[in-house]
């Protein structure tokens, strides 16, 4: 079936450092959304990225979809307390079913 | 706007009861999905509806029935509950990109 992987599970990081996740599909994506959940909370969209290498970025967030439109990455710079939580890539693969990748669960340590 | 609403928050059943999940939106979507989300597991779909009236299986259908009578209306029934159903069910529905998630249904079975 079609899936997308998403690497690391988990990711624990000193606060100021920088984070990134990174997803995979072994078939092409139509598009691919990031979503995040806070702790105890709900998947909030982020950002969406639908052209092949296209770079978006909202403040201290990049968003990076690759050429193949089979990967993409969310990399945030100087974390902060704020952005503890699992983050989600989520792919269509040409259909109105979103395929949601495993999240990658962000600690900050202060 | 009360976006998308899930009731109940929270619910504990005994093996074989039966439940009914409730998801309302008031954003005139077509599109509605039920997840379930474990730990270390994403979100799995369930089943979902393209619009009043349809129906159709995801990833996890089973044990697990649904109807979309109502537009604003998305219903998740299990008919005779089991431990292997714990979990949080979340409810979205779709705009014209992004998913906008319920609150979460906490549900134990014993």
């Known amino acids: 079936g079609q899936q997308v992987m998403q690497i690391p599970q988990y990711q624990h990081v000193q606060e100021g450092e920088d984070f990134t996740t990174y997803c995979n599909s072994s078939?092409?994506?139509?598009?691919i959304q990031w979503y995040k959940q806070r702790p105890g909370g709900h998947p909030v969209f982020l950002i969406q990225?639908?052209?092949?290498?296209e770079v978006k970025k909202q403040k201290r967030l990049t968003f990076q979809f690759g050429e193949a439109k089979k990967n993409s990455s969310l990399h945030i710079t100087a974390t902060q307390t704020t952005d503890v939580g699992t983050y989600f890539c989520?792919?269509?693969?040409?259909?109105?079913?979103?395929?949601f990748g495993t999240g990658t669960r962000l600690t900050i340590i202060p | 706007n009360a976006g998308v609403t899930q009731t109940p928050k929270f619910r504990v059943l005994k093996t074989g009861q039966s439940m009914t999940l409730l998801c309302a939106q008031d954003?005139?979507?077509?599109?509605m999905y039920w997840y379930r989300q474990d730990p270390g597991m994403g979100l799995r779909l369930i089943h979902y509806?393209?619009?009043?009236?349809?129906?159709a299986k995801g990833e996890v259908p089973d044990g697990y029935n649904v109807s979309r009578l109502k537009k604003q209306n998305f219903l998740l029934g299990l008919e005779s509950a089991a431990p292997s159903q714990t979990s949080v069910y979340f409810c979205?529905?779709?705009?014209?990109?992004?998913?906008?998630f319920g609150p979460g249904t906490r549900l134990l079975v014993l």
């Open positions: 979205a529905s779709t705009g014209h990109r992004s998913q906008y």
């Open positions: 078939t092409t994506l139509s598009n």
């Open positions: 990225l639908v052209k092949s290498g």
């Open positions: 989520a792919g269509h693969f040409g259909n109105e079913k979103l395929t």
């Open positions: 954003m005139n979507h077509e599109y």
């Open positions: 509806s393209v619009g009043e009236g349809t129906t």
